[in-house]
């Protein structure tokens, strides 16, 4: 695969989970890649590490100084929240959702105009099935999701005439070090984890080299009429009623 050959990519949260398979990905597809992350994690040996804090003005600001082309952006760096409406103060919406909804807003008012000069820019949000089933105990996390939804299809809208593609990417359940760190909190691991893949009809989670296959599909100068969708890899979750 060198569909991405001469082309430079930005991916943020690129230290572990689907961030770094996307990044993976991307350099293999033969892009340059910029992960954004606030350690560098599994990139050594991927790409150029760029410390970047989504949640601060100035750290994206000056992450983005230091690219001087730009044609892909993803955005996956994002936080977790686990409770109902009741069960989550109010500093936590913030930090959640300015992580996760302004942080986007953030990379892209950065990256645009860099991506103005491409021939082939892309913007690719992972968003998650969050946005569009109502999953228990995620009433803080569905949210950011909902709004990443709604977002991705109002960028897309605003850039379609510059020629900039906007997309998102809704995947179930991912093992990835996120979750393994939610499962680690559970009183019951071992009982979660079977919760969580039984939640899925495919029977298991997702993997994040899935998930990132799906941003790479987007992103892809291949894919030049494809904005304004969403594609699912949740393994059926969101489409399927599996009977008991």
């Known amino acids: ?19 770094l398979a996307t990044a993976k990905m991307l350099a293999d597809g033969g892009a340059k890649v910029y992960g954004l992350d606030i350690a560098e994690g599994g990139l050594a040996g991927v790409g ?16 983005f100084a230091k690219i001087s082309q730009l044609d892909i952006l993803i955005n996956s760096a994002a936080i977790s929240a686990v409770g109902n409406v ?43 099935v969050a946005a569009t089933a109502g999953i228990p105990k995620r009433a803080l996390y569905s949210s950011t999701k909902g709004a990443v939804l709604s977002l991705t299809m109002a960028m ?16 179930g359940t991912a093992d990835t070090p996120w979750v393994q760190r939610l499962l680690a909190q559970a009183a019951d691991p071992v009982a979660e984890r079977k919760a969580l893949e039984a939640r899925q009809p495919l029977g298991r989670l997702v993997s ?14 291949l894919q030049g009429s494809t904005t304004a969708t969403s594609l699912a890899v949740d393994g059926g979750m969101q489409g399927l009623r599996i009977p008991k």
Request: proline share 4%.
């Open 1 to 19: 695969m060198s569909e991405f050959k001469g082309l430079v990519a930005a991916v943020t949260g690129a230290g572990s989970g689907i961030g």
């Open 48 to 63: 150029e590490w760029l410390q970047c804090d989504v949640s601060d003005d100035a750290s994206v600001e000056a992450a």
């Open 86 to 128: 009741e069960a989550n103060p109010s500093d936590e919406w913030n930090k959640v959702m300015n992580i996760n909804v302004v942080g986007i807003v953030r990379t892209a008012r950065y990256s645009l105009p860099l991506l103005r000069n491409s021939k082939c820019a892309s913007i690719v949000n992972v968003c998650s």
């Open 156 to 171: 897309a809208n605003d850039y379609v005439a510059e020629g900039i593609r906007v997309n998102c990417v809704n995947p």
């Open 208 to 221: 994040a080299d899935e998930v990132a296959r799906a941003l790479c599909y987007l992103a892809s100068p």
